[in-house]
C-alpha cells in the first residue's frame, strides 16, 4: 500500500468460509477498493486462490493487501472445535490482524459461532459487558432516518439465549450508540421488548431492566414495547434476549415466506388471482428490494474493544460490499468509542 | 329445565363484563340453546338485563336457566382488586357454579385477569400442575385433524411468563389432551419452540424440558420447533413460556394489521395496484374467512381441575356461540380426564 492510503480505515475482510467464498468476497472488496474514499482491504484468505480470484475483477492495487491463512473454518464445522483445531484459519488470523490493530474492523461471512469464539479468543471485552450480543436488521412498516431507513436493529440475535437486567441494558445502550453511528439516526428509538406497556409487565429481567435504563442518559428510551411494535417499527433498537430475538427473526423469515407460497398457490390456481399479482407486480417487487438483506451487508457483534460486522453466509460481491462500507462506517465514526461512553453513562446510575 | 335435559352437559356462561356485553352473550346463548343436541346453559348475570335480552331472541326454556349476579367485573378493572371487592361479580357466581358440580364447564369472555384470577380461587390445580396456562390459537399454512382445521395452539398465551422444565412438560402435556378432545385430531404433533432443531439448543429450561418430553408416552413429541415453524404450522401444539407465546400472537396480529395497511396504501397510490388487490378480493377475503378468531370462539385455561373456556372480550353472537359449542364438546370429551391422565404418564417419566 502507498503512502496516500496513510491514516485511511483498514478493514479486515475474512474472504473464506461463506457459502459463496472468494469469487463473492474477493469481488466485493475489488469493487469497494475503486472508489476514492474505500477504506484499505487486508483480504485474508488462501493466498493463491485470493491472488486468482481479484486478478478477474479492476481493482486498486494501493488498497488491497492479501494475507495468506492456510486453513478455512467451514459454515458446518462443529465452532469450538474448530477454532482450537485450525489456529491458521482466515477467520482467526483476520481477528488477529484488528486485535494487533494493523486494522480497525473485522468482517466475515463466516460461521457465526467461529466467528464470535474467534473475537472472544482475540478481543477483550468492553468494561461492564458480561455477555455479547448479535444485532441483525429486519424491515418495519416505518422509515427512519436520514437514509429513510426501512430497518430496525434488535438485539440479541441468540448469541446471549437468557439475558439479565444488566445485559438487557448493555444491549440497549450498545445497539441505540451502533445505530447513531450507522444509521444516521440522530436519536434512535430504544424499546424494551415486554408483555405489556406497563413498566411492571414482563419477566423479572425485564422489569428490572426497564427501571434502570429510563435513568440512562443519552438514549431515547421509550419503555417496553409489545409483539405488535415488531412489524410496526415503533422502536428503531429492539432490546430482547436472545432466545426470543432468534424466534421474532426466524418467524418473520418464515411469515414471508409463507406469504409468498400462498400467493404463487393462488396465481396457479386462478387466471383472475394470476392477473391481479401481475397488477401488483411492481409494488412487491419494490417491497422486496426494498426489505432485501443484501443492502444491509452485514450486522454487528458487539461487546467487544473491536469491531466486527458479521455478514450472511450467503453473501454475494453485492451484500460483501454493503458489509464493507458498513465496516467503514461503523469505524470511521468511532462506533466503539460511543458504546464505551453509553456504558459508562449507563454504570452511573445502575 | 325439564326432566328431558338431564344428563346433558351443563355450561355456566358469565354474561356480563365483555367488550359487548349481554346483547351478545345472551344472543350467543338463545342461538345454541334451540340446537337439539345442545348443552344446558346456565346464564350468570344481571337477572333483568338477560331477561330482557334473551326475550328478543327465540331460544329453548328448558335448556336455558338464568342465575343472577348482582356485580360485575369491567375489562379495564385491577384483576386482584376487583376478584377481593366483588364477591357477588358474574365471573366468580358462574365459577361456583363450575365448582359446586352444578355446571360442567364455564365460559367467559370478561377480563381475562379475573378469569383467571376467578379459577384459581374457585378451582384445584391438577396434581404436579405448577403453574396454569393459556391456550391461544393462530392460523397457519397447514391445515390438520378431521375438521381441516388452518389454527394451531400454542401456549402458554401469557399467565406464566417465566416456565420452569416442569412448567414446559405440562404444557406440552396439556396442550395435547385439550388439542386431541377439541380438533379431532387423533394425534397432535406436539412441538417446543427454541432456537434450534438440537436437542441441545435452547435456555437451560427447554433443554431439560425435551430431554423429559421426548421420553413422555401418549404424545406425538417432534422435538424442538423454531420461529419459522410457527407459520407453517409445522406443530399442532406450540409450547413456550407466557413471555415468548404472547409476543408471538401479538407479533402475528400486527403483521396482518401491517400488510393490511400497506395494501390499503399501495391502492390508495396507484389505479393499477387498486385493479390488482380488487381481483385478489375473493382470495383475500376467503383467507380472513379461514382464519378468523370468531370462528373458533374460546380457547382454554388448562391445569385446574374444572375447564374453563374464555371467549375474546370482543366476542360477538357468533363468537359466544362458537365458545359455547368448544366448551360443551371439551366437556362431552372429558377434557379434564384426558389431561389427568396425560399428566401421570409424564410424572411416571420425569
Not at 42 to 69: N, Q, S, T, Y
Not at 141 to 159: T, W
Not at 294 to 305: K, N, S
Request: some cysteine; charged content about 25%.
Amino acid at each position: 500500500m502507498s503512502s496516500a492510503t496513510r491514516g485511511r480505515i483498514a478493514v479486515a475482510l475474512d474472504a473464506m468460509g461463506s457459502d459463496l467464498g472468494p469469487p463473492a468476497t474477493v469481488a466485493g472488496a475489488a469493487e469497494v477498493s475503486r472508489h476514492p474514499e474505500s477504506p484499505r482491504l487486508f483480504v485474508v484468505g488462501d493466498a493463491d486462490v485470493v491472488r486468482k480470484e481479484l486478478e478477474k475483477h479492476p481493482h486498486d492495487r494501493d488498497k488491497i493487501r492479501i494475507v495468506h491463512a492456510g486453513e478455512v473454518i467451514a459454515q458446518d464445522d462443529k465452532p469450538k472445535e474448530a477454532v482450537a483445531q485450525k489456529p491458521g484459519a482466515s477467520i482467526l488470523v483476520a481477528a488477529e490482524l484488528v486485535k494487533a490493530g494493523e486494522c480497525d474492523v473485522l468482517v466475515s461471512a463466516g460461521n457465526t459461532g467461529a466467528v464470535t469464539l474467534s473475537c472472544a479468543r482475540m478481543f477483550a471485552r468492553l468494561p461492564s459487558v458480561q455477555r455479547t450480543a448479535l444485532g441483525a436488521v429486519y424491515p418495519t412498516e416505518r422509515r427512519r432516518g436520514e437514509k429513510d431507513d426501512p430497518f430496525s436493529l434488535i438485539l440479541d440475535a441468540g448469541l446471549t439465549l437468557e439475558a439479565s437486567a444488566e445485559d438487557l441494558v448493555g444491549f440497549a445502550v450498545m445497539g441505540s450508540a451502533y445505530s447513531k453511528c450507522i444509521s444516521r439516526n440522530a436519536r434512535p428509538r430504544v424499546g424494551l421488548l415486554s408483555v405489556g406497556g406497563e413498566e411492571s409487565k414482563g419477566t423479572e429481567a425485564v422489569v428490572k431492566a426497564h427501571g434502570v435504563l429510563k435513568r440512562v442518559p443519552g438514549i431515547d428510551f421509550i419503555g417496553n414495547i409489545e409483539g405488535m411494535d415488531i412489524p410496526r417499527g415503533t422502536a428503531d433498537v429492539v432490546v430482547t434476549s436472545g432466545f426470543t430475538g432468534n424466534i421474532v427473526l426466524k418467524m418473520l423469515e418464515g411469515i414471508s415466506e409463507t406469504v409468498m407460497r400462498l400467493a404463487r398457490s393462488a396465481g396457479e390456481k386462478s387466471l383472475q388471482y394470476k392477473a391481479g399479482l401481475l397488477l401488483l407486480a411492481p409494488a412487491i417487487q419494490r417491497l422486496r428490494q426494498v426489505t432485501d438483506w443484501q443492502e444491509y451487508g452485514g450486522v454487528p457483534i458487539l461487546g467487544f474493544d473491536r469491531l466486527c460486522i458479521k455478514a450472511h453466509g450467503r453473501s454475494t460481491q453485492r451484500a460483501i460490499r454493503n458489509a464493507l462500507r458498513v465496516a467503514h462506517r461503523a469505524a470511521h465514526t468511532d462506533t466503539i468509542g460511543s458504546i464505551r461512553a453509553g456504558l459508562e453513562a449507563a454504570a452511573s446510575v445502575a
